[in-house]
């Protein structure tokens, strides 16, 4: 059996956080843009598309769309904000075994 063991770097793990929100700030943007493009072409279906439901079934699921893309944006905040405190607590232990190792190594 190998012991098996790994280095977390807080700064990439704040930097990944950075990159989280960055997406998640920047999506309310972008899906409002699609949603106004797609709207457009919901509106291709023209009265036929009226008739027959189309045109609803298609506003419908923009709707569903653009409603996920803001759960999205809120999880990939959520995830931000959760790599943050992540790195925060690397640190700080880190921070704390080096206390402990200097006491340790100033009572020999």
Do not use: W
Request: one cysteine or more.
């Amino acid at each position: 059996m190998t012991d098996q063991q790994f280095e977390t770097d807080p700064s990439a793990v704040m930097a990944l956080a950075g990159d989280f929100h960055q997406e998640a700030t920047s999506l309310p943007g972008d899906a409002v843009s699609f949603g106004r493009s797609a709207g457009q072409i919901g509106a291709a279906f023209g009265v036929l598309g009226a008739c027959d439901g189309a045109s609803q079934q298609y506003a419908n699921l923009l709707n569903s769309t653009l409603n996920a893309l803001g759960k999205i944006a809120e999880m990939l905040e959520g995830d931000a904000e959760q790599l943050g405190q992540t790195a925060q607590t690397y640190v700080e232990n880190e921070q704390q075994v080096q206390q402990h190792f200097t006491r340790v190594h100033q009572s020999f």
